[in-house]
């Protein structure tokens, strides 16, 4: 996620990761959860709060989200706002409840096969 910018990356903490990306899966198993909404909030929030990487911890957690969502047939079209972006971070710093991101993406959570993919 941070290759193209020219800063620093590595992983600081695998336990952390390794936690952070099993989390919607003990959402799936132990907690009966079944909206892909809040699996793929539930991830993005886990591997932000996480922070494992020494740089682009916000953009992996919002591109993992994404791939989540995408892997179970779903495309997350979020427009590029600010406020949006916004949103995102408070999510993932804990300033903001998840369930207000919840609805967020399900406003832009499509099933795959119903958007054209960017090329």
């Given at each position: 996620?941070?290759?193209?910018?020219?800063?620093?990356?590595?992983?600081?903490?695998?336990?952390?990761?390794?936690?952070?990306?099993v989390h919607p899966?003990?959402?799936?198993?132990?907690?009966?959860?079944?909206?892909?909404?809040?699996l793929g909030v539930?991830?993005?929030?886990?591997?932000?709060?996480?922070?494992?990487?020494?740089?682009?911890?916000?953009?992996?957690?919002?591109?993992?989200?994404?791939?989540?969502l995408y892997a179970?047939?779903?495309?997350?079209?979020?427009?590029?706002?600010?406020?949006?972006?916004?949103?995102?971070?408070?999510?993932?710093?804990?300033?903001?409840?998840?369930?207000?991101?919840?609805?967020?993406?399900?406003?832009?959570?499509?099933?795959?096969?119903?958007?054209?993919?960017?090329?």
């Amino acid at each position: 996620m941070v290759a193209d910018t020219g800063e620093p990356h590595s992983l600081l903490k695998p336990g952390e990761l390794e936690a952070a990306c099993v989390h919607p899966i003990n959402q799936w198993h132990y907690g009966g959860e079944r909206s892909p909404a809040v699996l793929g909030v539930g991830l993005m929030v886990a591997l932000g709060r996480a922070h494992p990487f020494v740089q682009g911890n916000k953009r992996t957690a919002f591109a993992a989200a994404q791939l989540l969502l995408y892997a179970n047939d779903f495309f997350l079209d979020v427009p590029d706002v600010e406020f949006i972006a916004d949103e995102l971070r408070r999510a993932m710093t804990g300033e903001t409840p998840e369930h207000i991101l919840v609805v967020l993406f399900d406003e832009f959570l499509r099933p795959l096969g119903s958007v054209a993919l960017p090329e």
